[in-house]
């Protein structure tokens, strides 16, 4: 006579089947490259799908590629980054509000040249189940208003030097006459600061005939920003 019992390794199975299935999920990020400005913050996201929660799992964010590598860490519930690379210190966090919801994407603060690279984000479920998403971080700066400085003349010629500070990456350096028409210039001087910013600047040699309006324009194209100063030069 069969009892009930018989069924305990369908109903074991069954309920391991379902705790399996319920940790099914997958960790989404952008495809395309988070662009950031210098000194503002971003967010990388990342989420779970389906929106699962993510409160009692292993959140890391760290760059492979680095020495130090740890960028934020959740585990046990809060974050813990006594290991943290000091370099984001005090600039990461994660929202805790949102982690029910699935949400494991990292914000990160006063954003700096050196952050641009690569991310991983790692999830370690309840059951030791790993995922990881790799997100790119591509990192620009808008610069300084040009300043246009008159050397000396000679020789019926004059030297102009245009100079604009604090870009990333490098921007395009153009003098134009009046018209418009791009002028020949000297190859620029590109130096970088402390803050990996940049610095450029460029020395165009131009005859002295009368009174003329010379403009220096240096361009961001991946920002689609845009400084412009003129410069009047009057006749002698």
């Known amino acids: 006579m069969k009892t009930g ?3 305990c390794p369908y109903l074991i199975l069954l309920i391991l089947h379902q705790t399996s299935r319920s940790e099914m999920f997958q960790l989404l990020g952008p495809a395309d490259p988070v662009i950031a400005v210098v000194g503002e913050d971003v967010v990388l996201p990342t989420h779970l799908k389906p929106n699962i929660s993510a409160e009692d799992m292993r959140i890391e964010w760290f760059r492979p590629q680095n020495r ?7 585990r046990l519930g809060e974050s813990r980054n006594e290991r943290q690379n ?3 210190s005090g600039r990461t966090a994660l929202f805790p509000e949102e982690l029910r919801k699935g949400n494991t994407s990292l914000r990160l ?8 690279g690569q991310y991983s984000c790692y999830i370690q479920s309840k059951s030791d189940n790993n995922y990881r998403i790799m997100v790119s971080l591509e990192v620009r700066a808008v ?3 040009p300043v246009i400085f008159r050397e000396a003349d000679e020789g019926g010629e004059v030297g ?12 395009d350096l153009i003098w134009q006459d009046s018209e418009g028409h791009n002028l020949p ?4 001087e590109i130096l970088w600061d402390s803050l990996g910013l940049i610095a450029i600047r460029t020395r165009v040699v131009i005859k002295r005939e009368g009174s003329s309006r010379f403009t220096c324009r240096v361009l961001q194209q991946k920002l689609h920003e845009e400084k412009v100063t003129e410069f009047h030069l009057h006749g002698e």
């Not at 102009?160 to 921007?171: A, F, I, N, T």
């Not at 210039?185 to 620029?188: C, G």
């Open 86 to 88: 000091p370099s984001y």
């Open 68 to 74: 130090d590598p740890l960028v934020h860490l959740y």
């Open 185 to 188: 210039t000297e190859k620029p």
């Open 109 to 116: 603060g006063r954003v700096q040249v050196s952050d641009k």
């Open 160 to 171: 102009l030097l245009c100079e604009s500070k604090g870009w990333y990456p490098q921007p």
């Open 143 to 145: 610069g300084t208003e």
């Open 5 to 7: 019992w018989s069924m």
